[in-house]
């Protein structure tokens, strides 16, 4: 009993002070969503991607190409709020998609990064 | 005694290192930037985006275009002193100190996407120390590393350069976030190059 009751207060001690703190910011990653077209280079249009994924994050005029770059970030912190120590940790995440459009608006190449955000659907 | 000695000196942690903090950020490329053996004039930027995905940032160049890789991981230690008595416990008085581990990778292309030149930046910089007096329930990072961070929603403030300081919007063509005027690593200071123009 006596122990439950150290237990007890050392957990409410330890949990009173843990923060957690999650958020999203940029467009939503539909990339990685399972329906997902197909790119297809020499093939696909900036209408097909624009249709698909919607407006870019930015987009980027070269000399002889447009660049559509996509980028959704996620922040994911947690942190310990003790007497005499704390302790946070904040990890970013970011999810990107670019695609590469000659002066015809045909895709001439893409690419996702290496790191990927799961595709959450928005209600 | 012994226990009487083992409490004093646990009084005394408790009112000395009351506020002690460490902070640690990482701002991820996802990317080693451990692939930095490539080949001018023999590489073409397709395989650097198979290998690497988007970079960063990208922007045009005259005659070609640039990309950026940048992988930051940010501590800071804080050590904090607390005070005794009525209102000064609620306060505690804390000195801090950054350190920024950076790994930057630069690739510049000609129009035709073909290599000019590759660069690799492995560093570990001081930012700097700083103090403040905190709310001994606050826990908050004391240098400023928001530069360091990229914004996803920077690319949707675009309408608010309308509304900046003359200086600063009379030069938003020079501006070094939109991918058509050249690009630069986190954190350079505003007292180069295009940043200048701006009067910051």
Redesign the interface.
């Known amino acids: 009993m006596k122990m439950m009751k150290w237990i007890g207060l050392t957990l409410i001690l330890v949990l009173a002070g843990c923060t957690s703190d999650n958020g999203y ?3 939503d990653n539909i990339w990685r969503s399972a329906n997902s077209p197909v790119w297809e280079v020499g093939a696909t249009t900036e209408t097909d991607v624009i249709d698909a994924l919607g407006p870019p ?2 987009l ?5 190409e447009t ?1 559509y ?1 996509y ?3 996620e922040r994911k912190a947690r ?1 310990l ?1 003790l ?12 999810d ?3 695609f590469f459009f000659n002066k015809k608006g045909v895709l001439t ?1 893409y ?5 990927a955000l799961p595709y959450e659907e928005a209600e | 005694m012994k226990r009487r000695n083992r409490s004093a000196s646990i009084l005394l ?2 009112c000395v ?15 080693t930037l451990d692939q930095s053996s490539y080949e001018e004039r023999s590489v073409h ?2 395989q650097v ?2 290998d ?5 940032r ?3 160049t005259p ?3 640039a990309f950026i890789y940048e992988d930051l991981v940010v501590d800071e230690l ?1 050590v904090g002193i607390g005070g005794r008595g009525n209102f000064w416990e609620w306060l505690k008085l804390s000195f801090a100190g950054t350190t920024l581990e950076r790994r930057s990778l630069l690739f510049q292309f000609d ?2 996407g073909a290599l000019n030149s590759v660069g690799l930046l492995v560093s570990e910089e001081d930012l700097g120390k700083g103090g403040a007096l905190q709310i001994i ?1 606050q ?1 908050k990072q004391i240098v400023d590393t928001s530069e360091y ?5 920077d ?2 403030r675009w309408g608010a350069s309308l509304l900046d300081p003359l200086p600063k919007a009379l030069n938003t063509a020079q501006n070094l976030n ?3 005027s050249g690009l630069e690593q986190s954190g350079t200071t505003t007292k180069v190059g295009q940043h200048t123009l701006d009067m910051q």
């Not at chain 2, 290192?17 to 990317?31: A, F, Y």
């Not at chain 2, 690497?52 to 960063?56: F, N, S």
């Open positions: 910011s940029g467009v994050s930015q980027i005029g070269l000399d002889k660049v770059y980028l959704r970030e942190g709020l007497l005499i120590y704390n302790w946070k940790t904040q990890t970013l995440v970011y990107r998609a670019i190449k690419s996702y990064s290496l790191e | 942690g408790c290192l009351t506020g002690c903090s460490s902070l640690h950020k990482e701002v991820q490329s996802g990317v930027y397709h985006l198979n690497l995905g988007p970079p960063a990208l922007t045009a005659g070609g275009f804080q129009q035709d329930v826990v961070e990229d914004d996803a929603l690319a949707a939109t991918g058509a």
